[in-house]
């Protein structure tokens, strides 16, 4: 059974930075493509960054690329978003998600098993 548990959220100052992890079981994690995703508050859920399933490619959204990362750890398994810089519009629930059949999409509806979601809120 695939499961994906997210961790890391919190209230952060702006300018401040977050590491998510997402940790995964009943699933190798570079064998596919995985994606960060955001919903903010009355927004749908939007792709904030999403490496290929050969790893070759990593997208990033516009207002995330120079100020978010993402990276693997094959040993453990885990994938981490690690966010600089934030800005209260970067609030939102943070969800991990896999792509068991496609390869680069950072699109939500291509991802078939998701997180619980972790909370973001940029505030002072």
């Known amino acids: 059974q695939v499961q994906l548990v997210e961790s890391g959220g919190g209230l952060v100052q702006p300018g401040g930075s977050l590491r998510l992890p997402c940790a995964a079981s009943?699933?190798?994690?570079?064998?596919?493509?995985i994606g960060w995703f955001r919903q903010a508050p009355g927004k749908e859920r939007e792709g904030v960054s999403c490496?290929?399933?050969?790893?070759?490619?990593?997208y990033y959204a516009d207002s995330m690329k120079g100020r978010f990362s993402f990276s693997r750890d094959n040993d453990k398994n885990t994938v981490y978003l690690q966010m600089n810089s934030l800005k209260p519009e970067d609030t939102g629930v943070y969800y991990c998600?896999?792509?068991?059949?496609?390869?680069?999409?950072?699109?939500?509806?291509?991802?078939?098993?998701w997180g619980q979601g972790t909370q973001v809120t940029v505030s002072s």
């Open positions: 009943g699933v190798t994690l570079d064998h596919y493509a």
């Open positions: 490496i290929s399933s050969s790893g070759g490619s990593t």
């Open positions: 998600a896999i792509d068991l059949f496609g390869g680069s999409s950072c699109s939500a509806n291509e991802y078939d098993y």
